[in-house]
């Protein structure tokens, strides 16, 4: 799913007021994480996520295999925070501008 840029925004105003539900320690991402995020993902569809590292480009490496992995829209990341989004098709949660 591409979201347009209206969507991006409008997702991202909605990202200020939530908290992370999911935290990715130093172990990285195991299958419990990525279970977790999908429950997360399935059930809020907007998900913000901390992770761990001080190392950059580990953190980018990160974002992207979760984006990956769990087929979700990444919609912004501020330092150490993550914030993606998956439409549940079977009962949307946000409703996304057209």
Request: net charge positive; hydrophobic share 40%.
């Amino acid at each position: 799913m591409t979201l347009s840029k209206n969507q991006l925004k409008h997702l991202q105003k909605l990202t200020h007021h939530i908290k992370p539900v999911i935290s990715i320690g130093q172990n990285g991402i195991t299958d419990n994480v990525l279970n977790e995020l999908d429950i997360a993902l399935n059930h809020h569809e907007l998900v913000k996520i901390k992770i761990a590292g001080e190392d950059r480009d580990a953190r980018q490496a990160m974002i992207q295999a979760l984006c990956e992995q769990t087929a979700a829209e990444k919609i912004q990341a501020i330092g150490k925070t993550l914030t993606l989004f998956r439409r549940n098709t079977k009962k949307p949660k946000i409703d996304l501008p057209g």
